[in-house]
C-alpha cells in the first residue's frame, strides 16, 4: 500500500499560469477530499468526493478553482490564473467511510512567482 | 457553526514529563474528534478518535484522549513524553452530514527537550 500519491510534489508557476495538481486515493477508499495548508490558515477543506461524484465544494474559491476526479484512480485539481496568494501545500486524502481514518498524502507545495 | 480551537500554538516540555495538548470544539450536536499528527517534512498521520462510547480513547504512538461534554474538549495525552514526538499535533472535527469532511484547529507544534 503506496498511500496517497500526490504529484509532483513542488510545482513553481508564474503569475496567471494555470497549475494541475494530481492525486491517486487508496484503492478502494470511495472518499476523496482536497485540503489546502498555510501557517496563517492551517488546513482549509476544498472539496469532496464519494464515489467520484462531488459532494462538497464549499471551500473552493469558485472562479479560478475546480477538481474532478474522472475515475476512482484519480483526481485533479486545477487552478486557473494563479495567484501569489494561492501558494500552499496542496494535500489530498482519502478514506473508506465517514467516522473512519482519513489518509493523507505528502502534498504539492505550490509556489506562484 | 462548527469550529476547533487549540489555544497554544507552541508548547515545549523536557523528555521523561506528562504532556497535555488542549483542545475545545464548537459544535451544536455529537461530535467526532480526532487527532492527527505532521512531522517535519511529512504528511499528517492519524493518532486516535472518538465517535461514541468510552470518553477516554487511546491511540497509536502511545497517545490517548479524552473527550469532556461538559467543556467542550478533547485534550491530547501522553506521559511520559519521548523526543520523538516532537511535531505539530491537530485536533479534528468532523463536518456536520457525516461526510468525513474534517474541519482542523491551527495546530500545536511540540518541542520534547532531550
Known amino acids: 500500500n503506496a498511500g496517497v500519491i500526490q504529484t509532483p510534489r513542488h510545482k513553481v508557476t508564474g503569475k496567471g499560469q494555470e497549475a494541475t495538481l494530481w492525486c491517486e486515493p487508496i484503492?478502494?477508499?470511495?472518499?476523496v477530499f482536497w485540503y489546502r495548508q498555510t501557517i496563517v490558515q492551517g488546513l482549509e477543506f476544498l472539496t469532496y468526493f464519494r464515489n467520484q461524484a462531488p459532494i462538497d465544494d464549499s471551500g473552493m474559491p469558485k472562479e479560478r478553482f475546480s477538481a474532478q476526479m474522472p475515475n476512482q484512480s484519480h483526481s485533479t485539481l486545477k487552478i486557473q490564473s494563479t495567484q501569489p496568494q494561492d501558494s500552499a501545500v496542496y494535500l489530498c486524502?482519502?478514506?473508506?467511510?465517514?467516522?473512519?481514518?482519513?489518509?493523507f498524502g505528502k502534498g504539492t507545495r505550490l509556489t506562484v512567482v | 457553526a462548527q469550529s476547533v480551537d487549540q489555544p497554544d500554538a507552541h508548547v515545549t516540555l523536557s523528555e521523561g514529563a506528562s504532556l497535555e495538548l488542549r483542545c475545545s470544539y464548537s459544535y451544536s450536536a455529537a461530535p467526532y474528534l480526532f487527532w492527527y499528527v505532521q512531522y517535519p517534512g511529512q504528511s499528517l498521520q492519524f493518532l486516535l478518535k472518538y465517535i461514541t462510547g468510552d470518553t477516554v480513547v487511546k491511540g497509536t504512538k502511545g497517545f490517548e484522549a479524552e473527550f469532556r461534554k461538559s467543556n467542550s474538549s478533547f485534550n491530547l495525552k501522553k506521559s511520559p513524553a519521548h523526543w520523538s514526538d516532537s511535531a505539530k499535533y491537530f485536533c479534528?472535527?468532523?463536518?456536520?452530514?457525516?461526510?468525513?469532511?474534517?474541519?482542523f484547529g491551527l495546530g500545536t507544534t511540540l518541542q520534547v527537550q532531550p
Open positions: 484503492s478502494g477508499h470511495s472518499a
Open positions: 479534528a472535527l468532523e463536518g456536520t452530514g457525516n461526510t468525513g469532511k474534517l474541519i
Open positions: 486524502a482519502s478514506s473508506l467511510e465517514p467516522n473512519t481514518e482519513v489518509f
